[in-house]
């Protein structure tokens, strides 16, 4: 009788989590591959003529169209040079395959910021790709570790909602006495932030709607 072989499943999750990033890099590699060839096409080019005109060679670039291999930033940069279009155009068929962005609670992606030493968690929610317009929603936290509070200024507008707590918060020359369910939206070039946490923690959401800049 021959014996089972035992699994791991631990391995085993690790190996399918593997698999599954593997088939997401080559969803975005098939993408931006096929966009390569469709603005190719577009300027009636072979793959010889943007190849030359990009410093690739012609088998890298028949690579690229096929989804076979992933081209770093600067091959990206030398093809939008060649084919006149903006770096973040090779990424849109790609985004339009992820229009959804599902993130579990306590699994923002942390960023720094100003404020983040200071005891301010932030954390993003999602993100847009290859549109006029960046999107970026947080959750960001204050706790009592807070010492400092910096003010921000950035293009574009914000939208904060107060989910805990109570904060007075700065706009320009106004200041809002803020507690949950309130919100405040406004023109993010003035200077902005928390001026005092009066009931900790405090947990808003922000939404910061700016211009993208085009590469």
């Known amino acids: 009788m ?25 969803q975005l590699e098939v ?38 291999t992933s081209p770093s930033l600067a091959t990206l940069r030398a093809l939008s040079r060649a084919l006149n ?17 599902f993130v579990h609670a306590g699994e923002g992606l942390p960023i720094e ?11 993003l929610l999602g993100h847009s790709i290859g549109h006029r317009t960046s999107v970026e929603p947080y959750l960001i936290t204050l706790t009592e570790k807070s010492e400092v509070f910096p003010l921000f200024q950035h293009s574009g507008t914000e939208f904060i909602y107060l989910l805990e707590g109570r904060v007075i918060y ?10 949950p369910g309130d919100s405040l939206f406004f023109d993010s070039d003035v200077p902005h932030g928390p001026e005092e946490l009066v009931e900790l923690p405090v947990r808003l959401l922000s939404l910061i709607v700016q211009p993208r800049d085009e590469d």
């Not at 072979?46 to 060679?57: D, N, P, R």
């Not at 910021?113 to 954390?123: C, E, F, I, P, V």
């Open 2 to 26: 021959s014996k089972r072989k035992k699994t791991d499943p631990a391995a085993d999750a690790a190996l399918a989590e593997q698999l599954a990033a593997d088939a997401r890099d080559n």
């Open 31 to 68: 993408a931006i591959g096929h966009q390569v060839r469709q603005f190719r096409q577009d300027l009636d080019m072979t793959v010889a003529e943007v190849a030359k005109l990009a410093g690739l060679s012609s088998g890298m670039l028949s690579k690229i169209e096929n989804g076979m």
């Open 170 to 179: 700065r706009h320009g020359s106004q200041t809002y006495d803020m507690g």
């Open 85 to 101: 279009v903006p770096v973040t155009s090779f990424f849109r068929k790609f985004e339009e395959q992820r229009d959804a962005t």
């Open 113 to 123: 910021r100003r404020g983040t030493r200071a005891g301010h968690l932030y954390q």
